[in-house]
């Protein structure tokens, strides 16, 4: 069974930074595209950032010049370095991935559990 699992949130100061990772697991046999979603209290999910197989990251305008993607494909893990964080970058980080598994006819969607993220000022 295929699964992501983030890792790397916490507590920073504003004007910090953190580093997220995520793993997939299991009986991949390809990742098409993976990346990362944010939902702060109060607000509708964020497209945060992403990775479609050799092409250029995507980020949202919010974070881009702050965040950086990037992925290790030999270990099916994808990482999230956040720079100059502000106070409204707090929130719960998922990531999410469009995973072939082994066997499989159809490409899948999943999400992790997510991990906060909390940045005080």
């Given at each position: 069974?295929?699964?992501?699992?983030?890792?790397?949130?916490?507590?920073?100061?504003?004007?910090?930074?953190?580093?997220?990772?995520?793993?997939?697991?299991?009986?991949i046999f390809r990742i098409d595209h993976i990346?990362?979603?944010?939902?702060?209290?109060?607000?509708?999910?964020?497209?945060?950032?992403?990775?479609?197989?050799?092409?250029?990251?995507?980020?949202?305008?919010?974070?881009?010049?702050?965040?950086?993607?990037?992925?290790?494909?030999?270990?099916?893990?994808?990482?999230?370095?956040?720079?100059s964080l502000k106070p409204e970058d707090t929130?719960?980080?998922?990531?999410?991935?469009?995973?072939?598994?082994?066997?499989?006819?159809?490409?899948?969607?999943?999400?992790?559990?997510?991990?906060?993220?909390?940045?005080s000022s």
């Amino acid at each position: 069974q295929v699964q992501l699992a983030e890792s790397g949130g916490g507590l920073a100061q504003a004007g910090g930074s953190l580093r997220l990772s995520c793993a997939a697991s299991g009986s991949i046999f390809r990742i098409d595209h993976i990346g990362w979603s944010r939902q702060a209290p109060g607000k509708q999910r964020e497209l945060v950032a992403s990775i479609t197989g050799g092409d250029t990251p995507n980020y949202a305008g919010s974070v881009k010049g702050r965040f950086t993607i990037s992925s290790d494909n030999a270990k099916n893990t994808v990482y999230l370095l956040m720079e100059s964080l502000k106070p409204e970058d707090t929130a719960v980080y998922y990531c999410y991935a469009d995973i072939w598994a082994q066997g499989s006819r159809r490409r899948v969607a999943y999400e992790g559990k997510g991990t906060l993220v909390t940045v005080s000022s």
